[in-house]
Each structure stands twice: as structure tokens, then as C-alpha cells.
């Protein structure tokens, strides 16, 4: 069974463009959360899709968006960019709703590593 | 809120020694999960090993045992007969498990290093 899959791996952009990363779920998986990972920041959460729906949002500000499509691939795109967003972005994909045991567990991709110049 | 700490930024082991990464947490919700993953230098996280609240025993995966102890909310990680494929980071993260949000929240991790 082939993991969670993000693209593009690595991204250079500079100030003010805008990005989208794509993130493909494990084959059965409808949940999809983003995460984003600074040095200074550590790992925090952005939003979570399930359904083509956005159910839970953290605490980041509008320029940073994202969507499901109904093949559950998810992509999240950030806007007006700043240095500051510069982070590695993981993707990651669960079963939903919520089982017992490990099936609470959520499925990592490879990451985007996003440099913003 | 749910938080997450661990106050070990850097722990040193030797290969074949065992060593326990600490991990408190605190949370409102009576039921929850704690997972421990392993990030490489790669990036990607690597899950190791659940908890449930109501989970009587502690969990056991391999050389990763979870040193669960609720009434101190803790949730310790025991990695034993350390490898030198061992060094990496390790994040302790909790989910809420009434409703049906998926959110982790993550501490800040411990770097690992296993030495010869």
C-alpha cells in the first residue's frame, strides 16, 4: 500500500508569490491535516480536510489556505509569501472517524520543504 | 488547552544501552491518544508507538515501550538495546479523541544521538 505522497519536495520562491503543495492520502484515508515545522515555531497545525470539507483550523493567518477534492487529495496554498513561511509543510492522512488503538494514528508524508527568499 | 512538553532538548546514549525520553502532557478531554514518532533528518515522521487513555497496559512495539503513568500525565518513551539508526528526533504528541477532529499537538522534541 503506497504511503502519503507530497509534491513538490523542495520549492524556492521569493517574497509576495504564492505556492500550492499537493498532498495524496493513503488509498482509503478521507482525512487529510496539514502541518507546518519551523525551528522556531516547531510543529504546528494549519487545517484538516475530510470530505472535500474544511472540519478544524489553527491559528494561521487567511494567506494560508487550502482544499480536498473528492478523490481525497488535498493541496493547501499560501499566498502573498514571507520569509516567515519559510518551513517544511507535512501532510498527513488518517481514517476518520476516529477508531481505537493505532487506527487513531496519522499517516506522514515525505514533507514540502519551502524556502522563501 | 492540550499541551505537550518535553524538557529534553538532547539526549546522548550508547548503542546497546536503553534510554527513556520524557514527555508530559495536559489535557481536559478524558479521553485522548498519545503517539511518540521519530523524524530523521529527512523529515518524514515515522510513527512509533500509541496510548490510549483507557488503555489498561502500557503500549509495547518492538524495542519502543510507553511508560504511561495518567495520574502524573505522563507518557514516557523507552527505547531499548539502542541502534545507531536510533539518532533522530522525537516528537511526543497527543489527540483528543470526543468529536472527531484529527489535530496532533506536538512538543518540542528531543534530538537523540546513539554513540559507539
Known amino acids: ?117 | 488547552a492540550q499541551k505537550i512538553t518535553q524538557t529534553q532538548p538532547g539526549m546522548f546514549v550508547q548503542e546497546k544501552e536503553a534510554v527513556t525520553l520524557d514527555c508530559t502532557y495536559d489535557t481536559s478531554d478524558p479521553s485522548y491518544g498519545l503517539f511518540w514518532y521519530k523524524q530523521p533528518s529527512s523529515g518524514e515522521m515515522i510513527f512509533l508507538i500509541y496510548q490510549g487513555s483507557y488503555d489498561q497496559q502500557n503500549a509495547t512495539e518492538g524495542r519502543y515501550s510507553l511508560n504511561f503513568q495518567k495520574a502524573r500525565k505522563s507518557a514516557n518513551l523507552v527505547i531499548s538495546a539502542s541502534q545507531l539508526g536510533d539518532s533522530a528526533m522525537y516528537f511526543c504528541a497527543m489527540r483528543e479523541l470526543t468529536g472527531t477532529a484529527s489535530k496532533l499537538t506536538f512538543g518540542t522534541g528531543t534530538r537523540l544521538q546513539v554513540t559507539l
Open chain 1, 1 to 117: 500500500k503506497a504511503g502519503v505522497t507530497q509534491t513538490p519536495r523542495y520549492l524556492i520562491k521569493t517574497r509576495g508569490q504564492q505556492v500550492t503543495l499537493s498532498c495524496s492520502p493513503i488509498s482509503g484515508h478521507r482525512s487529510v491535516s496539514w502541518y507546518q515545522q519551523t525551528p522556531g515555531q516547531g510543529l504546528q497545525f494549519l487545517f484538516e480536510y475530510f470530505s472535500e470539507t474544511q472540519r478544524n483550523k489553527g491559528n494561521f493567518p487567511g494567506r494560508f489556505s487550502g482544499r480536498q477534492f473528492s478523490n481525497s487529495r488535498s493541496e493547501m496554498n499560501v499566498s502573498t509569501l514571507e520569509l516567515g513561511d519559510s518551513a517544511l509543510y507535512l501532510c498527513a492522512s488518517s481514517l476518520d472517524p476516529p477508531g481505537t488503538g493505532a487506527s487513531n494514528e496519522q499517516f506522514f508524508g515525505p514533507g514540502t520543504r519551502l524556502t522563501v527568499l
